[in-house]
């Protein structure tokens, strides 16, 4: 390495001593990359192709005491800092341009309790990995609807998943978090440490330190139906009418989502895809009205693994190359006139990789009081998501403007609210948005645990101190 030219919080450039750096590259298990070493390039891709961003440094760290070093050493040097988890969110703000990206995603372990019903998650597992170690004892607590998401961004967001109506959201399931704040000490947040502290963490972000590791609770879960049926789009007007009324009689064992799509043999489909988790005749029961309905193309619900369940959409949205953009909102009934809009703003879908969702949070998710946690969207609704994927750049402009165009035709009917994890880059003045009367204390909190906003590149709660 020679003297190093690396981007600072104000946007300036500082130079680091070559010695510096390899002083800080020394006190570190992980390897420290720069551009052109081995394995810098794998390590700074997210998955949003779009996002080509070059870290000066990724400290690649192995665990607790490099997170810690390599906090200190932003802290001082006044270092643009982001934290990469899974690298799944869509602004690929675990990336940053110039500045030290602190990457956790080789920090991997897990520790399954099963007499106390705890899991003890690293920061840098994927919800698949983690549920292959709580599976092998037949637990599992919420986490997200794809294997590949990191569990770490997904939960200090919230976390929307199967489970969600029995269990509550994967935030509601941490017991606590261990982290390292912007003053490089590390703290455990938890119901009796740090309350404050632990309320933020379940919703506001990345915003108040790196979270090294997860300490969830965990359920017993086996049986589970799951699958989904498709209909052509055709058929759209009357499956979403059915679906509304089905999704919203679920009980909490069940939840039911719909995507309007492109089916494998490049068909306009519309599907529900269903999970039932608990005893398979009861399940049965729940699913008949679904499965009788109208003349669908394809019904593959049956008794499956939660492994599976949570891989089931991973095939629709696969791992970096391709582009991405999406917009998302909250809505609280599906109308007639609403289903009008999604069926004529569907027909001009751009390409066969996009996607709209709906995602049905109701049960123990929506039963949380909105104060209990930073997450405070409690209510029996749709979380929304135009997801537009596409291969060639050059049709980026085309891509963008069709999801947001469809966006704005559905906002009139939605709840002016959004999943944090689920805004784009150029949002920031949905933030509030995503905290409705929370958004205060998320600020005092900013102001108490991260003043100098070290960790800013995130869905940033802006300290006022
Ligand atoms: C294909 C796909 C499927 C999804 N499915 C779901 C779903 O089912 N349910 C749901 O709720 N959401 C879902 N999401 C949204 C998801 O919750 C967010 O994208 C989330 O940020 C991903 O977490 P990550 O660790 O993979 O992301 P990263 O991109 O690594 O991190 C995102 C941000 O989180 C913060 N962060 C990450 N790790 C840490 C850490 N250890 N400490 C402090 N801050 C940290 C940083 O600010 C970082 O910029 C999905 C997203 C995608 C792309």
Redesign the pocket.
């Known amino acids: 390495m020679t003297d190093l030219r690396i981007t600072t919080t104000n946007g300036t450039d500082a130079i680091l001593e070559e010695a510096t750096v390899q002083k800080f590259a020394d006190s570190l298990r992980g390897p420290l990359l720069g551009p052109g070493e081995d394995g810098y390039d794998g390590a700074r891709k997210?998955?949003?192709g779009m996002i080509d961003r070059r870290p000066a440094l990724i400290a690649r760290c192995a665990g607790v005491a490099d997170v810690v070093a390599a906090v200190r050493f932003a802290r001082t040097h006044e270092l643009l800092v982001?934290?990469?988890?899974?690298?799944?969110?869509?602004?690929?703000?675990?990336v940053c341009e110039g500045g030290l990206m602190i990457d956790?995603?080789r920090m991997k372990s897990v520790r399954v309790d099963p007499a106390r019903r705890t899991a003890r998650a690293e920061?840098?597992l994927?919800w698949g990995e983690y549920n292959h170690e709580t599976q092998a004892f037949g637990l599992a607590s919420t986490?997200?609807?794809?294997s590949?998401?990191?569990?770490?961004?997904?939960t200090?967001?919230?976390?929307?998943?199967w489970l969600m109506g029995k269990h509550g959201?994967?935030c509601d399931n941490l017991l606590s978090a261990d982290?390292v704040t912007a003053d490089g000490q590390f703290l455990t947040a938890s119901a009796d440490q740090h309350p404050d502290l632990f309320w933020g963490l379940r919703g506001g972000?990345?915003?108040?330190?790196?979270?090294?590791s997860f300490e969830y609770r965990v359920h017993p879960v086996d049986a589970v139906l799951a699958g989904m049926v498709l209909h052509p789009m055709a058929k759209a007007r009357e499956v979403l009418r059915f679906y509304r009324d089905f999704a919203r009689n679920c009980p909490d064992e069940a939840l039911a989502a719909a995507a309007l799509m492109t089916s494998p043999e490049g068909a306009p489909v519309v599907a529900i895809i269903v999970s039932y988790i608990g005893d398979i005749v009861a399940g049965e029961a729940v699913v008949a009205p679904l499965r009788k309905f109208g003349s669908p193309l394809l019904d593959t619900i049956a008794p499956t693994s939660y492994v599976q369940l949570n891989t089931l959409?991973d095939a629709a949205?696969p791992y970096g190359g391709v582009q991405?953009y999406w917009k998302s909102s909250f809505l609280k009934q599906l109308g007639d006139d609403l289903i009008e809009i999604l069926i004529e703003r569907s027909a001009k879908m751009l390409s066969p990789m996009s996607m709209v969702l709906f995602?049905h949070l109701h049960g123990a998710a929506a039963r949380v009081d909105r104060n209990a946690t930073a997450f405070g969207l409690r209510d029996d609704q749709w979380d929304y998501d135009v997801i537009s994927q596409w291969t060639d750049p050059d049709e980026s402009a085309d891509h963008v403007q069709w999801t947001r165009e469809f966006w704005t035709a559905v906002e009139p009917f939605a709840t002016g609210e959004v999943?944090v994890?689920?805004l784009d880059s150029e949002e920031a003045t949905r933030i509030r948005a995503a905290y409705s009367q929370g958004y205060e204390r998320l600020v005092a909190l900013k102001n108490k645990y991260d003043p100098t906003n070290l960790?800013r590149?995130?869905?940033n709660i802006k300290p006022t101190s």
Request: glycine fraction near 26%.
């Open positions: 997210v998955w949003n982001s934290v990469r988890g899974g690298g799944h969110n869509i602004t690929g703000n675990a956790l995603s920061a840098g994927t986490g997200g609807v794809v590949t998401t990191g569990i770490a961004g997904l200090l967001g919230g976390g929307l998943g959201l994967s982290l972000g990345g915003n108040f330190g790196v979270v090294t959409f949205v991405r995602f999943y994890n689920h960790f590149l995130n869905q």
